[in-house]
């Protein structure tokens, strides 16, 4: 049985935000008699996470997600609750924490933005305290996996998006984290940078036994990832069970666009809902418990000349409302 990495028991956060009235007096007032407001980010949640599995942890925005994060990283304090990771608490032992994790913000480059990443590489093996020998290794293991030999000495802000976040992912492994967060990793990518991304991801999690803490609005790389998944809203834990129960009692259906050379007439495909079309396009709603996406392509492909195939993962926002439908019945 693996051992737990993660503990958290009754986590709190709540943030203090200064209100200011609109205009001059309302400045003045706000200055002298100031009024705030509490929010709770974070409202007593629990959950332990075992060593090598592979976790997503998702959400709407505004859920929680990064600042749950934030506070197992020891970026944020806890407003009240326990928590460790790999044995610490990282609220008084951050730096030493920092050894045994990796991080990656989608959001948030921690990659030097006017200087090539072998820069910022060569920072974080100072920083780390790596050994001349055991970071030439694991660089060069590093830059053949994730493929940037050609990325190494351009300077970031010429890399696209896809690019810049393999070589941030680079940056969080180079001193072989035990666990690495990583959130909203796929944030704005397009397919194919997508897949390269969840391949070394998984590539991650079975070869090196990484554990792996993921954030994220794609279904798709919860689909594909996960074996389990939490879902949090408002602060809350609504959803912790296996990625299978989700997908089967809540990530019901996709939508797939097809784009033809020629205009489309008859479109008989039985199990599909049509939910709009042009001349040359249309979108089809697919319930994929009872239908294959194979199955519509096949069909798209023996009856028309198509030009373009785009699939739509169910969006968050229904799939957590879903689980709140549940939870009323």
């Not at 896809?162 to 969080?172: L, Y």
Request: charged residues 30%; glycine residues 6%.
């Amino acid at each position: 049985m693996n051992k737990t990495v993660i503990e958290v028991k009754n986590l709190n956060k709540e943030f203090q935000i200064k209100q200011k009235s609109a205009g001059f007096i309302g400045g003045l007032s706000s200055a002298f008699s100031p009024k705030y407001k509490h929010i709770k980010a974070v409202d007593d949640i629990s959950f332990t996470v075992e060593e090598g599995e592979l976790l997503a942890f998702i959400g709407p925005n505004g859920a929680g997600k990064s600042t749950t994060i934030k506070m197992l990283t020891g970026i944020l304090f806890p407003t009240s609750g326990k928590m460790k990771v790999l044995g610490f608490n990282p609220s008084e032992d951050r730096q030493k924490l920092a050894y045994h994790i990796g991080s990656v913000f989608g959001q948030k480059p921690q990659l030097w933005y006017h200087l090539p990443p072998i820069d910022t590489y060569n920072l974080f093996a100072r920083i780390y305290e790596l050994k001349p020998k055991d970071y030439k290794e694991r660089l060069d293991f590093l830059v053949e996996q994730f493929e940037i030999q050609d990325l190494l000495k351009t300077p970031v802000r010429k890399l696209s998006l896809g690019q810049r976040m393999r070589c941030e992912i680079v940056a969080s492994l180079l001193h072989k984290p035990k666990i690495i967060f990583l959130d909203e990793p796929t944030i704005g990518l397009d397919v194919v940078a997508k897949q390269h991304i969840r391949e070394v991801i998984k590539y991650l999690n079975e070869k090196e036994k990484v554990t792996i803490f993921l954030t994220s609005h794609d279904a798709g790389d919860i689909e594909t990832l996960a074996k389990r998944t939490v879902v949090i809203n408002y602060g809350k834990i609504i959803f912790d069970d296996t990625t299978e129960k989700l997908k089967k009692n809540f990530i019901k259906s996709k939508v797939i666009e097809l784009v033809t050379e020629e205009p489309i007439k008859n479109f008989d495909f039985e199990g599909g809902k049509i939910i709009s079309r042009t001349k040359y396009s249309l979108k089809v709603e697919l319930d994929t418990a009872k239908n294959s996406i194979d199955k519509l392509l096949t069909y798209a492909m023996d009856n028309f000349a198509i030009k373009d195939i785009n699939i739509f993962d169910t969006p968050m926002e229904e799939i957590i409302a879903g689980i709140y439908r549940e939870q009323k019945v």
